[in-house]
């Protein structure tokens, strides 16, 4: 099929989908995302302003602007990127309202012919006839519709047969046999519409050749009858029992088939209550009612099966805004959504995050907050063995979903029961909300005894409480559930087996939930310095490599709950690594505490192992070189004259230079031992001296 496009004519005028220009609202795939939402909207609702809204969004259609009203760059944009729209248009009209027939494939397939009906089409047929109903379909609705057909390619007036030739011999998304011919495809449309008129399976049978048809015409005319009936029976509209009957009567008048009473047509909806539902009642309910389930029994352990899901809380809150005249209004209808993260062990709330709504950004939150409470209950950063959620953003978290746990179980579209966690919300809106003066109700479907009294509230409205007591009501319902629950979880926490036990790294931690501060950092001697909402922090890390990498920009996350270490990640994402705060030495040594020596050696050491690290790597340089340079190749060269004197001498200064580094060497090693020998007698000065000379700077850290 071709991409859709997203010009449309609409009221005799070329306009464009607002989808292919909004970067949020369900933005189309291809989107353009020249503007948010919003923002066009307050632009076509202003008459100061050129854009003009066409159509409001609804089911029966998306939201549509003025080709012509827009401005020129936007116009631009669109053309650059999708072409003439004109020309779009016409290319993509026929297109675009093709539809496979997915009854034409049930009924093709399911065909059956000879005397015995043993014989079954081959699928090449079966495809062959798929494709040529499919596309006559796409005729008969581009005939009906043929105004709107001639306004779409541009034209006042046309030959609407030759001009659907065209577009079908030039439609070959699909391998269709329909004749080339106007005249050929008028005579074969012409009959397959009329028969339509009569039943679906009376239009797919005129493709069908003679030879592929079944002999017995009484056996056929049976199956028509119960096909014709079966298909009114399962109508999405619900057709009461006369209807049908009177419908199928005046088909049966024509065919000279016996008619039917209502009571006919009650016993036919009994035997075939399985087949009907789903056109009935929906998909949806086929599998909740109808089809066979799976029985399930709760983890056996805690942390090996969470599950998620979003709730408008039933709980009412006030909120005071501006309206388009500039007054303050106060509403009182306002809910707000919560992300709950439930182990179904025992319908712990491991996880919750509370907004306006639910988003990609609330869910992460959540999970976040699941992985934090983990570390407060086990002490480590625990991930789930396993976590189900619906479909909601599944793109844009799989990678978030896919770090938090090894096994991922999206629930099946449409299958209610299959989330444990709705009934959960269910029990949560009556032991807790409905004791509150603000709740909503709940099941409006219900009936009063489920909803509270609408005139009362009004009464109430002004005591209901702002957005931040609707998040406290809220918070406190999640917490007295953790205090519920929490004992039984944390006890047979010991029970779940070692092998469904995995801890989140703090790197992976720090990458899948970490705020970044927006900016990069290099490594100084002090270490890195950071500024986190108005307050300095330093950090650095003992890993040698990472002085390795001291000209590289880094990009640091951070967990605002926790800033003892963070995150640094370089500019190309290649090296990551963790950092931990450093630790602040008082200026005097009449401040130093417990710890603050240890932290002092530490640093000392590390500056140590580098310094020997130095050493030891030009030494190895100075052993690979002392032969290379004793090459003869190498005696006019800059290098070997570097080395010798202005006397020509070599060998000897160079024997002379090695006895002297021998000896500076014993000399050193000696004083060295004097000085450990001799440290316990040094004076408070010297101390106070050394400590001065390893200091970090802490004048980077205080306040301007």
């Known amino acids: 099929m071709q991409d859709e496009s997203p010009f449309i004519h609409y009221q005799a005028k070329l306009c464009v989908k607002v989808r292919f220009l909004t970067s949020d609202r369900k933005p189309h795939a291809n989107s353009l995302q020249l503007i948010s939402y919003r923002a066009l909207k307050k632009r076509m ?160 049978k005129t493709l069908i050749s003679g030879k592929l048809q079944n002999s017995n015409a009484k056996k056929v005319t049976e199956k028509e009858q119960m096909a014709l009936l079966d298909e009114l029976i399962s109508k999405h509209t619900n057709l009461d029992n006369e209807l049908i009957s009177t419908i199928y009567n005046t088909v049966a008048e024509r065919m000279d088939w016996k008619t039917i009473t209502a009571m006919t047509v009650s016993n036919r909806k009994n035997k075939k209550k399985v087949v009907s539902h789903a056109g009935r009642n929906g998909s949806k309910s086929l599998k909740n009612n109808v089809l066979m389930q799976a029985k399930r029994f709760r983890p056996t352990t805690p942390m090996t099966y969470w599950t998620l899901d979003g709730w408008d ?240 920009d880094w990009s640091i996350q951070y967990d605002v709950n926790d800033l003892s270490q963070v995150l640094a990640v370089s500019a190309d994402g290649k090296e990551r690594f963790m950092l931990e705060q450093k630790y602040i030495q008082p200026m005097a040594l009449a401040d130093r505490r417990e710890g603050d020596q240890e932290q002092l050696d530490k640093i000392r050491n590390f500056n140590k192992s580098v310094t020997n690290m130095i050493v030891d790597e030009r030494a190895t340089n100075s052993r690979l070189l002392e032969p290379l340079m004793a090459q003869p190749q190498l005696n006019d060269t800059l290098a070997k004259h570097l080395i010798s004197d202005s006397l020509g001498q070599h060998k000897n200064n160079k024997s002379k230079e090695r006895l002297m580094a021998q000896n500076k060497a014993a000399k050193l090693i000696e004083s060295t031992n004097k000085k450990q020998a001799k440290n316990h007698e040094k004076s408070f000065m010297d101390e106070q001296l050394e400590y001065y000379s390893d200091k970090v700077d802490i004048n980077d850290y205080l306040n301007d």
């Not at 070959?172 to 050929?184: F, I, M, N, Q, Y």
């Not at 306006?356 to 609330?362: I, Y």
């Open 313 to 552: 809380a039933e709980l009412l809150y006030q909120s005071t805004g501006t309206n388009d005249k500039g007054h303050s209004v106060t509403s009182y209808h306002n809910r707000l959504t919560v992300v709950v993260i439930l182990d179904t062990f025992n319908n712990y709330p491991i996880g919750f995050a509370i907004g306006t709504h639910e988003t990609p950004a609330l869910i992460k939150q959540a999970l976040q907050n699941a992985i934090q409470h983990s570390k407060e209950l086990f002490g480590q950063l625990y991930m789930p063995y396993e976590m189900q959620m619906d479909n909601y953003a599944f793109k844009t978290l799989k990678s978030t979903y896919k770090e938090v746990t090894r096994n991922i179980t999206p629930a099946s579209v449409g299958n209610a029961k299959a989330k444990v966690i709705e009934p959960y919300f269910n029990h949560i809106n009556k032991k807790y909300c409905k004791l509150l003066n603000n709740w909503s109700g709940h099941n409006v479907d219900s009936g009063s005894k489920n909803q509270p009294n609408d005139e009362y509230m009004n009464k109430i409205k002004k005591q209901f409480p702002d957005q931040l007591g609707c998040i406290k009501q809220i918070e406190s319902i999640i917490y007295a559930e953790r205090s519920k629950n929490g004992k039984e979880y944390a006890k047979n926490w010991l029970n779940t087996k070692e092998v469904h036990k995995t801890i989140m790294t703090n790197e992976s931690y720090l990458l899948t939930f970490g705020d970044n501060t927006g900016y990069t950092n290099k490594l100084r001697g002090e270490g890195l310095i950071l500024t986190i909402h108005g307050e300095k922090y330093a950090y650095d890390s003992f890993d040698i490599n990472f002085r390795h990498h001291a000209d590289k």
């Open 45 to 204: 609702d202003n008459p100061e302003n050129t854009e003009k809204q066409m159509r409001n969004g609804s089911w029966g259609g998306g939201a549509l602007v003025l080709y012509s009203s827009l401005s020129r760059d936007y116009k631009d944009a669109l053309t650059t990127e999708f072409g003439n729209p004109k020309e779009e248009i016409k290319k993509s009209w026929f297109a675009d309202h093709y539809v496979s027939d997915r009854e034409a494939a049930n009924f093709y397939i399911s065909h059956r012919y000879g005397d015995n009906n043993e014989h079954k089409l081959d699928m090449a047929k079966v495809e062959e006839y798929i494709y040529n109903a499919s596309v006559l379909n796409t005729v008969v609705q581009m005939k009906n519709n043929r105004k709107e057909y001639a306004r779409a390619l541009g034209y006042t007036k046309l030959d609407i047969w030759q001009s659907l030739s065209n577009d079908v011999n030039a439609f070959r998304e699909v391998a269709h046999t329909l004749p080339p011919s106007k005249d050929g495809l008028r005579r074969k449309a012409t009959a397959y519409a009329k028969a339509m008129e009569l039943s679906k399976t009376a239009g797919y």
